[in-house]
């Protein structure tokens, strides 16, 4: 099989990070996968949410959203509905739980981080590409607090992470799939991971016909390849000059 | 270790199925997983929302929401809120979604089936209690549908499904934790596996540290015990006069 | 006239009152009046809401709802509506009046009590149901707080409260109408007494033609009667062991 | 006892009924029960709501709502807080039943009419106002109907409406309570009637202590000579040109 | 070209402004520019928003919202459909700013003056009949203040305040538009200006062609003279007694 | 007096227009007024809003919103408070108005056009940049609806339109005022004007002291020469190959 833009099964679309695509976020990034672009703005503020007030540890959470023209066809935005969808609302939440596993919260002290991760652009794989892009994003405002001396010594960051789509498409495991491939896929699956391999949030699910424990199997083995040479990425952006 | 019920680490609670707890739904159950009681109803209707008609197929669905007292402390309802959580929104799409995994929806015609699961009392696993309940209720449902003439000749259920959640506590990979076991829980587990044994959804997230591809392995051989020994339940409650 | 199930004109439906249906709640009862099956969940919380907060006094209120497939067709869930409809906002408000009509909240103090009754089943009487079931998980939710020393040495609740309903049917005065009499009733009648016999809410509507005064005279009298009786099941629930 | 405005326990506030007090409204009316003042517009519309199309009959119905400074303090616009209080619709839907109660919605035809009742100025009885202007508006807009040919020959009204409260304030039963009284009421009561004397709704409710049948009575009885003359004025009002 | 209702080109209709039309507000006025007809009622309260606090300055604000019938046929409510316009929230914003336009806020002190402006009957320019009429009840709502020894010694109103639409109808620019004439407008312009003559907010569009510079002057000359005028009524009702 | 940037009283801000940004819009455009970045996107759908049917006519409306992190401190998002600010449909309004002055909905046909744009980043004048970049977009889809054989023969642009901000900073009339400037601005002046210098729009605020009529026309002129600077950039970004 041939992929519609001439990838190999286990090739990751073109990535880009743009570091410091905004002036007032104390951490931002424009991240592309492919065609998908994410802008991701991360916010500091001093202080936590009341029912964390007084624990000495700090919070980390994220919000996704999609401009209403990033997809093929407008869709409706939520502000105008009135209420956000179940899709945006469980990406957020996947989103802030990812960023919190390489947190050590009490070494951030009593404040906050919030990613925001807006889809310019969706072409499949927006959750992973904002995951990865917010953790650079973050990384920023951590070091932007490191300079404001808003941290005491101990580190924030006990690793990195990335995330990646797999999926099985006419019977074969692909990496990274675009939209097109996301649409005909069986088996969609989501894995976050850490710098050092291990996992942060595993989502399988059958599209189609259940999966069985060799396909599993190697979608996993895809996702961790495709993690690691994000990790790469992430590592190549965080050490340029912004 | 022992657990707070005395459980061995492979062993479910108790399970209980009562087909037929309401009168007015096509199909209804109560399903206990211990402590944990969801209701289940699946209500037939003719035709299917309008994105779906003239397509020759059919509809599953479902909604979960927790009564306020079914927790320790008392919630604020979500129709009094306005708006409804990430959560209910996250569990009600994974238990469509599981549904959908065991239906031909060719076979069920142009006709929708919602199945609502109401968390009377929560401790722990309520969703995994709604898709293993939700799939009786689905199932008597369907019988109503035949007994009245509505569906032709084919089969509407291609298996059956149940769910079973799994973690880590203190090291050591349990089944089908209450909610004290939850709360302390590195890394939770959700897996929907059909009665053949294959996988229709595997959600898994660290909560505290990342967990590696060995604790990973463990998990999964441990749900997928537990998902069989329910497929029996759930093929001895059916099995059994309503 | 005979009615649909076989009753007298002044006979009520089979009562039934199990206390304590739920491990977490202060107090719980799940009430049938027949088919009628509301699940009443009392919760103590200390403190009153800000309005009230200096006066010494507590605070009791009700919350109803009903679940979406208690009824003959499923409904929407307020909740994915986004606002709770006038039918149960008023019902609610009738509740919570109902019981602070039998409430000495100085003896109460500061404490807020609030009683969930959400409707598990539907066939007329739901709310009066509500009533009658949420005076007994309020009885033990105090005997709880009696029991962790939360109060002083005053009695809390100054009577009991029961609630029935009656209409004319066909021409003919029917004690505790089930649905199917409900819809054809030209008047229907809610009364809520307290064990003494007196009245704390007297709701009668004309669904059809107007009725005179003789009417609501016998609608009196039989509502009173039944009260009397409502008053005896829920003596002897709470007289018997949990 | 004296009450505060030197009125006796029997006697109605100084009652005026504008009519034709807007331009566009099929009909209107701005009644005043003393200082408590509420515009009445009706509105015809041709066709009915969804599901009573084809059924022949029409519909009707009103909405109730307080402008923010008709109260002794602001209150916030229900606009504003983005939802509609439990009050609101109570009293909404009470109006709507009330002048349902004397429309014969066959001889009205397959149209509808909007009763909009607006509290300029509140000094308690808002709803018993409500209903004995609302129904002055409707009569002018059915006879507007008439006028434009669109009903057939029959009687849509098949009897006047009106409303008063009347309540125990220190032990004395009171008619038409200003808000002064309405608040030390010990028992309060909403009371429609028809123009010949029957009762459409009546609505008791124990602000205080529950109250006995005697104290019942006695306020039925004032009510009925409050809404003979209330009748009275409604007569007059109509029987005069616009 | 003669206008609908006779007058020239340059002439406002009928104004009337009754002021002390409620007994509540501290200040209010019944405002009529022809049918249009608006119910203006200024509240003030102790504190200002949080935001503020501190600042020894005080804050006014405005509310505009039209009755459900003012218009020719009827509109739903705000409430109903749980949100406000986007027309409503301009008119509001527009109001609030035209008002802080001639108050000292540091004379008026912590204090809060919101000024609800009700439209009770729609013919055009409720937008300039309201600010109109707002500037009236805030005059009486800050004496009131200074009655009550709320108020230090300077001047709280640093000018009065009016306003007024002006647009070009079949080439003529016209004072004051009706509704008839508004929605034949080419150009719509609405002039809000101070007691001495200057601009507080000035809103030019073209609904039809866009509009050169000539037009422009000629509207704003027709503008202040219409201002001018208002400005003199405001005075005399001002002066008259209550 | 010197600009913050160093800019002349009369000079715009830096000026970019990039065509065909995304690649699922018919148009798109990011536009840069300085550090003002609007993501513009023009989307087409055949047939026009209900109300609009069987006009013959085509609809062009706009919707504006911000990034939560586009301003300096975070704001929150309008999709989770459940409710669009009154200014972000006021701005969203004046857009629409804005292109609709230079369409001729006939040659249009029954089409709809939706511009979007999304404010990326902050820094005064977001709505003129919005208002000057959506037109470039605008024109993109037309060109694209041409290139589709959706339009008929005649021109659907009547002229181009374009807008600035102008404002008086310190006494001193400023062009194209960048966030810091707009905060201390006196008076406030958006002007959108067509390319062949007549007004679509005029907006006026005073901010603080009210403005005399010869700060208006010095207000005027200069926005007059920004404009037509404007229609100058859009021209050559659409005359440039995409």
């Not at 596993?101 to 951030?108: E, K, P, V």
């Amino acid at each position: 099989m041939t992929r519609s833009d001439g990838r190999s099964a286990d090739q990751l679309r073109t990535i880009r990070l743009a570091r410091g695509w905004l002036d007032h976020a104390e951490g931002s990034v424009l991240v592309e996968f492919g065609r998908t672009r994410v802008l991701c703005a991360a916010s500091v503020t001093e202080g936590v949410p009341r029912w964390r007030k007084g624990s000495g540890l700090g919070w980390v959470t994220a919000e996704y959203a999609m401009l209403p023209r990033s997809t093929n066809t407008r869709s409706d935005r939520e502000s105008v509905k009135g209420r956000i969808g179940g899709r945006t609302h469980e990406i957020s939440r996947l989103i802030g739980r990812s960023l919190r596993g390489i947190i050590d919260t009490s070494a951030l002290g009593e404040n906050t981080l919030v990613v925001d991760c807006d889809v310019l652009q969706a072409d499949g794989g927006t959750r992973t590409a904002a995951i990865t892009g917010a953790y650079v994003a973050l990384s920023d405002a951590i070091a932007w607090m490191r300079g404001q001396g808003m941290l005491a010594s101990g580190e924030v960051l006990t690793d990195s992470v990335s995330a990646v789509s797999v999926g099985v498409v006419d019977g074969v495991a692909l990496l990274d799939l675009c939209y097109e491939e996301d649409v005909r896929a069986e088996t969609d699956m989501n894995v976050v991971m850490t710098g050092d391999g291990r996992f942060i949030e595993v989502q399988g699910t059958a599209e189609g016909a259940p999966f069985d424990r060799q396909e599993l199997d190697s979608l996993l083995a895809l996702a961790g390849d495709g993690c690691r040479e994000l990790t790469e990425f992430q590592r190549a952006a965080l050490a340029s000059a912004r």
